[in-house]
């Protein structure tokens, strides 16, 4: 009886969390650049020996099979992100720029001098004439700040910033071998470990990408979710009815 206590209220908290993510997901379908996310679950079994003794593959270690598989609680154990590319808006916006493969980021310097990438391509122009995003500096192909002081500008399909005829600079494209391993920092930034430069970008100039947020998909598993906390509290209010009556009806006895 008290390990359905532990099942139903396991679940419950997973919901939740999966209402969590998804609700995030739903509130950020008109964000630039944003690339939703799946929550995923597992057993707090296979949760527990992965985060404290570093075990991923359960199927190799006899000594945990009995944990990891007749534990009856889930958990949530993260969120997988969801990098496929959205659409593309015509902005006419000269300070836009949109990647239009799936692969790729912008990269960006933050005030205190980290790099973080980005599909958001909506760009200004700051007091010193650096292009900039809402964050920080935006970088070229060479980790280097760029200077325009103007927006005044042309721009072609492989990123180059082109004024009075002349190419000034060339936006930075930088991608990476494991998007699994990146870690979202807000809504639409990334940090991660191993950049490399793309040479052959696909830019599309006074674009900008939509989000990738399946609005229909978000809404059905909204209601899933919702409807599976519904039935677990349910679950749990007879549990505890049922445990109130054993207890008064032993303690007669």
């Known amino acids: 009886m008290v390990r359905g206590f532990y099942t139903v209220g396991s679940g419950m908290l997973t919901q939740q969390r999966s209402l969590n993510v998804i609700s995030n997901n739903i ?7 944003f690339k939703a996310d799946t929550p995923l679950t597992t057993t707090f079994g296979k949760m527990y020996l992965s985060r404290v003794d570093g075990i991923t593959d359960m199927s190799t270690d006899a000594n945990v ?10 958990t949530m154990n993260g969120k997988y992100t969801e990098f496929e590319a959205g659409t593309f808006d015509n902005t006419q916006r000269v300070l836009d720029f949109a990647i239009t493969t799936e692969e790729g980021f912008f990269a960006i310097e933050l005030p205190n001098g980290t790099i973080q990438y980005t599909r958001n391509g909506s760009f200004d122009i700051d007091a010193q004439g650096y292009l900039v995003a809402e964050k920080g500096y935006v970088l070229d192909d060479s980790g280097a700040r760029i200077f325009l002081g103007t927006d005044k500008i042309n721009a072609d399909e492989k990123g180059n910033i082109i004024i009075d005829q002349e190419r000034v600079a060339k936006i930075g494209v930088y991608t990476f071998d494991n998007y699994a391993a990146l870690e979202k920092t807000n809504d639409t930034m990334f940090t991660g470990e191993g950049a490399r430069l793309l040479e052959n970008p696909s830019i599309q100039w006074q674009y900008l990408e939509t989000s990738n947020v399946n609005v229909a998909k978000e809404m059905a598993a909204a209601i899933s979710a919702e409807r599976n906390l519904q039935s677990c ?10 445990l109130e009556q054993a207890v008064t009806q032993v303690g007669k006895v």
């Open 27 to 33: 509130a950020n379908t008109n964000t630039t650049g």
């Open 233 to 242: 509290s349910e679950v749990l209010k007879m549990y505890d009815s049922i």
């Open 65 to 74: 099979q009995g944990l990891s598989d007749i534990t009856m609680i889930r």
